[in-house]
């Protein structure tokens, strides 16, 4: 796969960027990295409930935690189940145990992005948006007492997923985009991401949900 942290032209096609996430290492906030470390070492006093608020705050860890448990449901041939929802409940279906064993020490956004501060900032707003939404979209939820709270959290959370990812693995594209953007404050978001990347982040997203 291309190195994509030092992609400096964008992929061909909608399908070419698919497959290089799937491939890719996603970091995680050190903060959610240090807390795993923390919990791996007192495993027999953790529950799906304890890691699930661990990671309530990172959508690139809910991200991960849900792609994993997806994947386990497809390689046991579990018929027609959907997949989990919430992170609480893909860590129930996997099993602390086999989580722990699955998910060794974290590779963190700070770490990947160390020398690229604009990019850490721009990446840092868009997770701070998505977790602010996600605490507003429960809050709503609860006082509707919507059963589905905490999978509208969810959704909420991991919504701008693509953008988290392609700042953390296209950083110069990103930062392009945001320089055009910068130098004509009319170009719409549409228009710069595909001029930039040959794809629309939102087309992207969905795609990247698909698969």
């Known amino acids: 796969m291309p190195d994509l942290l030092r992609l400096t ?3 061909p096609r909608l399908e070419a960027w698919v497959d290089a996430f799937a491939q890719a290492e996603i970091p995680v906030l050190a903060d959610t990295a240090e807390a795993l470390e923390h919990m791996r070492a007192t495993e027999d ?3 799906a409930h304890i890691l699930g608020e661990a990671f309530s ?10 792609v994993h448990a997806s994947e386990q449901r497809r390689s046991r041939n579990a018929g ?5 929802e919430t992170v609480t409940a893909a860590l129930v279906l996997t099993g602390i145990s086999p989580f722990f064993r699955a998910f ?3 590779p963190t956004l700070e770490a990947v992005l160390a020398d690229h501060d604009e990019a ?5 707003r868009v997770m701070q948006r998505a977790e602010r939404a996600s605490r507003y979209a429960l809050g709503f939820a609860a006082h509707r007492a919507d059963p589905d709270a905490a999978v509208i959290h ?3 959370l991991l919504h701008d997923f693509a953008e988290m990812l392609i700042w ?3 950083t110069d594209l990103m930062l392009e985009i945001q320089r055009r953007q910068r130098d004509d404050p009319a170009l719409r978001s549409h228009a710069a991401q595909l001029s930039v990347l040959n794809v629309d982040l939102g087309e992207l997203e969905q795609a990247l949900m698909r698969s």
């Open 168 to 170: 953390c693995e296209a």
């Open 57 to 66: 705050s990172d959508p690139l860890m809910t991200l991960k935690v849900l």
């Open 45 to 47: 006093d953790v529950d």
């Open 80 to 84: 027609l189940r959907a997949d989990a």
């Open 104 to 106: 060794g020490p974290q």
């Open 120 to 124: 850490l900032l721009g990446l840092s």
């Open 154 to 156: 969810s959704a909420a």
């Open 9 to 11: 032209a964008p992929l």
